[in-house]
């Protein structure tokens, strides 16, 4: 054998001595709640531990060293696709008791970690705990395989080729003898020996390395000085200091604040809760449809139902199918009492139940009438079709609301259009704001913008005061409230004063300059605000001030008027 390859085989022999140790494979384990000998440390990432959705308080699994062992990181592989797992944590302890020891280990909420990856652990203990505790409802907790990296007893150094001489355990890395030190000198860890992580700071900070505490707050979703804690129910975003919306459960996602899977009480909207449903139970009569065109079958009819009631049951469709590709259908809500709106929440009909598929719903219009006026409110001009969940934007005066979808001879319309112009809804909902709609036909358009834009202008200005947070929070919620309510008074207004011949030039010419009070915001409320608080909160009160004085000098009132 020629000297090369002997030096080749000495080296493959000793890269198998001194390598690296999977600590856990075939060694003693178990996972609770079942209290049974578990495959999760077999070597085998196919043969998982599965369990059905238990209402236990946590599950983990624990995998029992030779002896203490320092190591210096985890695999853990779940199924394929599978949800639970979500803000897991590793732990490294002396003991089997769950809260014995210390993290080394903590995922983020809300995010699935991958199906196999390996996460940073270092520390010396006799058993490795990966678990999970339970958040809303039941835990569904499965795990296929946990792999631990580190040295054999009192081996270090690159693939563990050293051995040190200490009474114990030694540093995989350095071969130091672990004993205790004072200061923790680690970035993201803190504590004796720096066995502990930081929490979730914010930003991704560190942790103060002797006592853990976070001095920037924590990230969304934590709380504590630590910022190790979750939040609890009702509470979400940074520090917990968020209040959930109108969730069904009171809970909502700890870090978005949307209610998950829970929907919202009765009379709210969106994806937080938060926005009131100024449509709920606020229609007058039936339904009124039309079908308009030639159809061979005869006339179309459709079902009659209530489009306000936040019930998905009820719903209203063509209940005859279309044979002719050209013509228009259109449904009409007349509400009992007149409301102010700037976004429309329509819940089409689901795919695959007899109705129009969502195809043929593309290139519906929605037309606004306060029962003086007709304004255009929406254009589906999108290629792509809606969605069964469908949000618009469409800002004014309500009393009758029309949807109207057409097909006409000659026009070439998106390939992902369907033939036919159909519609289907179980639902209409809006979201609005009641003080508007009280003042805007009472004191006019313009001197509603006058009040809204007063009452902001003062709120914000009184958010300089050195006052309690809840006193604080009323301020500024106040504020935010009456902007809004200017913002779709004006968008009222703004079409209303305008003739016919020069509208949608008006109008653009305005939105054009609300635009570059949209480019401007970030430098306020960012560059400026780190500055200087009192001045980036006392430009937004100013200019409100001013837009006061520009309302009032408004030469044209178009309350009762007809548009020209």
């Known amino acids: 054998m020629a000297a090369t390859e002997r030096v080749l085989l000495l080296a493959l022999v000793f890269r198998n001595i001194f390598a690296y140790d999977n600590l856990a494979l075939n060694r003693p384990s178990s996972f609770e709640p079942f209290q049974t000998a578990a495959p999760g440390n077999d070597g085998n990432p196919s043969s998982c531990i599965t369990m059905s959705p238990t209402a236990t308080s946590v599950a983990r699994f624990v995998v029992e060293f030779a002896s203490s062992r320092t190591i210096q990181e985890v695999n853990v592989t779940f199924p394929s696709g599978g949800t639970g797992m979500e803000g897991f944590f590793i732990s490294i302890s002396n003991s089997s008791e769950l809260d014995s020891g210390y993290i080394c280990y903590r995922s983020k909420l809300n995010v699935i970690p991958p199906s196999s990856n390996t996460y940073p652990c270092v520390g010396t203990g006799n058993y490795l705990t990966v678990y999970n505790r339970q958040r809303d409802g039941p835990i569904d907790f499965d795990i296929c395989e946990v792999a631990v990296t580190g040295c054999s007893y009192q081996r270090f150094g ?4 050293q051995t040190c001489s200490c009474p114990g355990e030694c540093h995989f890395e350095t071969g130091e003898c672990i004993t205790p030190i004072s200061v923790c000198n680690i970035t993201g860890r803190w504590g004796e020996n720096c066995n502990e992580v930081c929490g979730f700071c914010k930003d991704g900070a560190a942790c103060d390395m002797s006592t853990g505490s976070c001095p920037a707050g924590c990230s969304a979703g934590y709380r504590t000085s630590k910022c190790t804690v979750e939040c609890i129910g009702g509470t979400f ?9 109108q969730c069904k459960n009171s809970r909502c996602n700890p870090v978005t604040g949307e209610c998950d899977n829970t929907g919202c009480n009765t009379g709210y909207i969106g ?8 449509f709920y139970n606020n229609q007058n009569g039936a339904t009124s449809l039309a079908w308009q065109g030639n159809v061979a079958t005869g006339s179309i009819n459709y079902n009659g139902q209530i489009l306000t009631d936040e019930r998905l049951s009820s719903c209203v469709y063509q209940a005859a199918a279309f044979t002719n590709t050209i013509g228009s259908s259109s449904v009409q809500v007349t509400l009992t009492k007149e409301r102010m709106i700037r976004e429309l929440v329509l819940s089409h009909y689901p795919e695959g139940v007899t109705g129009p598929t969502l195809s043929n719903m593309a290139g519906f219009k929605i037309l606004i009438s306060n029962g003086v006026t007709v304004k255009d409110c929406f254009n589906w001009t999108s290629s792509d079709v809606p969605k069964q969940l469908q949000t618009v934007t469409c800002v004014g005066l309500a009393k009758v609301i029309t949807i109207i979808n057409t097909r006409s001879i000659g026009t070439t319309y998106p390939s992902a259009w369907g033939l036919n112009p159909g519609l289907a809804f179980c639902e209409i909902a809006a979201i609005g704001l009641f003080v508007t709609v009280f003042l805007i036909e009472r004191i006019g358009r313009k001197f509603t913008m006058v009040f809204e834009f007063f009452v902001f202008g003062v709120f914000v200005l009184l958010a300089n005061i050195c006052t309690s947070r809840p006193v604080l929070t009323f301020f500024l ?8 309510g200017a913002f779709q008074a004006a968008y009222v207004y703004t079409p209303e ?13 305005c939105s054009m300059m609300a635009r570059i009070g949209a480019i401007v915001t970030p430098f306020v409320a960012q560059v400026l605000l780190k500055e200087s608080s009192y001045l980036a909160i006392s430009t937004y009160g100013v200019i409100s001030i001013v837009a006061t004085g520009a309302a009032i000098l408004l030469p044209i009132e178009t309350k009762g008027k007809e548009m020209k």
């Open 158 to 161: 690159y693939e563990c080729s």
């Open 237 to 245: 975003g940074e520090d917990c200091q968020k209040s959930c919306g």
């Open 271 to 278: 994806a937080s809760c938060f926005n009131s449903n100024t």
């Open 477 to 484: 919620f106040v504020a935010r409230a009456f902007i809004s």
């Open 497 to 509: 004063v305008y003739p016919t011949s020069m509208r949608a030039i008006g109008l653009g010419s």
